[in-house]
């Protein structure tokens, strides 16, 4: 499947995924459509984004007066810090460069800036990038960079998917706003998921289902289902389970999920697992009902509610409020039940007939025609308002 080159990218550091143009165009989009203003005068940071491969570059270099920029900062890895490095050949923007280097180019990172017409064209665009060389390799991590950070208004990049983690948190560390590219598992990470529950991070609006293209580097390994090498001989994965994760506020978070009562729900919904029943089910470890489908959200049940973690794409935090998802720990004190290892044997052999153990603990269970059934990772939530 395509997205198992996402986890064997996270596991072996293969972290270089280009974004399409369409897609950057697509997201920021949407943020100017609810405040045109969101970016004017604003200081903005790429890192992690050479302008040689990085589209995030091109775009806001080539809208910076129409977004009203201030400044625009965008910063490169160095070649030989890269998994992906061999045949690496500067281009001529870089080598037409009086300071240009055959060491630095390797050994450094570059840092591209952008704030006035340079060239005498009587507009700021991508022409008018000015570059030098960093004086480390551009890790984010760096004093270097870090600087950069602190300088910034906003932050805007996909970095790399195994620091998904620490880089939020360097982001979150210095109070900025930003724009990043994430696997939607990152939901259920410890670090990330309080976050999504106090609404200081919440998902972008133009990813909520599907699949996205990515280009990689020429020498990526292609090993699985879901990629395709263009005219040009340039590579492309499709990575499923894409999402952004934003602090810029955005319209789709104050609409509202239209939603039926729970009667309607289980007399007309088109799910099979909901239609026809008698009642919803209920957890045996958790005092909630499950709702395996975001559109089955009953309107009219005032207790708590599992539901599936693509909620997200369509939480407003005006309509509902997160108490919390399964987890092992019991970290926002929702479970009834905590299942002993004999249960959780007996449950496995119950269900399939050998030895073994099922890890009832880190979800949440139904018992269906006697047996114990775990259910997909679920995020509890509640209606906002008394129903009336």
């Known amino acids: 499947m395509a997205n198992s080159n996402l986890t064997e990218a996270q596991r072996a550091k293969n972290d270089e995924f280009y974004t399409q143009y369409a897609d950057i165009e697509k997201e920021i989009s949407a943020y100017l459509e609810f405040n045109p203003d969101v970016f004017r005068g604003k200081t903005l940071l790429l890192p992690c984004d050479d302008p040689e491969w990085s589209n995030f570059t091109k775009y806001f270099a080539q809208n910076f007066e129409r977004f009203g920029l201030k400044k625009l900062v965008s910063t490169s890895y160095a070649v ?208 909630a009902i499950e709702v395996p489908f975001t559109d089955s959200i009953p309107s009219d049940y005032e207790g708590v509610m599992g539901v599936p973690i693509s909620f997200l794409d369509k939480y407003s935090p005006d309509q509902f409020e997160i108490v919390g998802r399964c987890e092992n720990e019991d970290l926002y004190h929702l479970k009834t039940k905590v299942y002993t290892s004999a249960e959780c044997r007996q449950a496995y052999f119950d269900k399939f007939g050998e030895k073994g153990t099922y890890d009832m603990n880190s979800n949440g269970v139904l018992l269906v025609d006697g047996l114990f059934e775990k259910t997909y990772q679920r995020v509890f939530i509640k209606h906002r308002k008394a129903i009336k």
């Open 80 to 287: 030989e810090s890269k998994k992906y490095k061999s045949g690496y050949q500067p281009t001529l923007f870089e080598t037409r460069a009086p300071y240009y280097d055959d060491v630095k180019t390797v050994k450094n990172g570059k840092i591209f800036t952008l704030t006035h017409d340079r060239t005498g064209d009587r507009k700021v665009d991508v022409d008018d990038l000015e570059w030098q060389y960093l004086e480390g390799d551009g890790d984010f991590r760096s004093a270097e960079i870090k600087k950069m950070r602190d300088e910034a208004d906003v932050i805007i990049t996909n970095p790399p998917f195994s620091l998904f983690r620490e880089f939020l948190a360097w982001i979150l560390e210095a109070g900025k706003q930003f724009v990043i590219i994430g696997n939607m598992n990152a939901i259920t990470y410890k670090e990330v998921f309080p976050l999504l529950k106090e609404n200081k991070v919440w998902l972008g609006p133009s990813i909520s289902s599907g699949d996205r293209e990515f280009q990689v580097p020429d020498s990526y390994p292609i090993n699985a289902a879901g990629w395709r090498i263009d005219e040009n001989g340039t590579k492309f994965l499709r990575i499923k389970g894409v999402r952004w994760f934003t602090n810029l506020d955005h319209g789709r978070r104050h609409q509202p999920l239209p939603l039926m009562t729970m009667a309607d729900n289980l007399k007309y919904s088109k799910h099979k697992e909901i239609k026809g029943k008698q009642s919803y089910d209920r957890y045996d470890n958790y005092d």
